[in-house]
């Protein structure tokens, strides 16, 4: 028989203590996020690109990236992986106009894909090929067989065909 360990409630707050200063980090940074958002003047009912709105993302995921590689404390690095995680939410919502927290449906869809390309004003890649004349078109035998010829091992290969 197995035998029982007993669980802690410092074991527990232990083990709590990860993802709650990871949240902790997300909610700081949504929060510096708004405040940086007001500070500039970025409308967030505008369906159209906005430059300056890509402040926010960049501070956080600086802020972020930056305090988890400099911080020597493990608590502190994971609220500043909480941050780093809102600078990500944050471009998603600026570059595809959707809310990563209100679920994903929809990201993977053309319908994104025409958001993002709108967002960004990206145009559509259109080659300017010219015209194939219809009247023009001819069909060439590739291989020509001899006369009489029965069997494949009595024919002639051609070796390059030339378009003009």
């Not at 949504?30 to 409308?43: E, H, R, S």
């Not at 590689?69 to 809102?86: E, R, Y």
């Not at 994903?104 to 053309?110: E, M, N, P, V």
């Amino acid at each position: 028989m197995a035998a029982k360990t007993k669980i802690t409630g410092k074991q527990v707050l232990d083990e709590l203590k990860s993802p709650a200063l990871i949240v902790l980090g997300m909610i700081g940074g949504n929060l510096g996020g708004k405040l940086i958002d007001q500070a500039l003047g970025v409308d967030d009912t505008s369906t159209e690109f906005q430059v300056k709105g890509l402040v926010k993302p960049i501070v956080q995921l600086t802020a972020g990236i930056g305090g988890s590689i400099l911080l020597k404390d493990q608590n502190l690095k994971l609220i500043a992986n909480g941050v780093a995680a809102s600078g990500v939410a944050s471009t998603v919502k600026v570059l595809l106009k959707k809310d990563m927290l209100a679920g994903f449906k929809g990201l993977g869809t053309a319908e994104a894909l025409k958001n993002f390309r709108e967002n960004l004003k990206i145009e559509r890649y259109n080659p300017h090929l010219p015209e194939l004349a219809s009247t023009q078109v001819e069909s060439l035998p590739i291989e020509v067989a001899p006369a009489g010829a029965n069997d494949y091992t009595d024919y002639e290969e051609v070796d390059a065909v030339e378009i003009l």
